[in-house]
């Protein structure tokens, strides 16, 4: 039986943070923030899962740039970032590479985000290193801005 935990403390996407990125003056993609929904922050390598989907299409995870702390990490670099700490009050940045971004107007972003709670075993689960998850996913519509 699968354990997580949901803690709905605040909006996952940020409002009002959609943008089309540009480099060169072309448009090369769009970038939004999300926050933890938690009472506490974590480590990057206790994320399990991040998945964005937009307008019901999910993007390719080698498109996304998770940002934080002044510093840009690929998803796949995710797992070894044991140092890389999420402080709940800070928003992480992510970066959408899709040439031409996206068009005027609103646009729903889903986010499906899981964190491993390291310091909480599954309760009654007999596996090694089963730790319950935090369901900190979210969606959102937003306008995006130029």
């Known amino acids: 039986m699968a354990f997580s935990m949901r803690l709905p403390f605040v909006d996952v996407v940020c409002d009002d943070s959609l943008v089309n990125t540009y480099v060169n003056g072309k ?3 769009y970038e939004f923030q999300i926050r933890l929904s938690n009472y506490r922050g974590h480590f990057l390598s206790c994320i399990e899962e991040f998945v964005v989907a937009v307008d019901g299409n999910e993007v390719n995870s080698d498109d996304i740039t998770f940002c934080l702390n002044e510093k840009e990490f690929t998803l796949r670099q995710l797992p070894s970032l044991i140092s ?3 402080n709940l009050i800070e928003p992480a940045t992510i970066k959408v590479f899709a040439p031409g971004g996206l068009t005027e107007g609103d646009h729903h972003i889903d986010v499906k985000l899981m964190l491993r709670i390291p310091y ?11 730790y319950a998850k935090l369901d900190s996913c979210g969606s959102k519509t937003l306008s995006v801005r130029d």
């Open 27 to 29: 448009r090369l993609g």
């Open 84 to 86: 890389e700490f999420w």
């Open 120 to 130: 909480m075993a599954v309760p009654g689960s007999k596996k090694e290193h089963d």
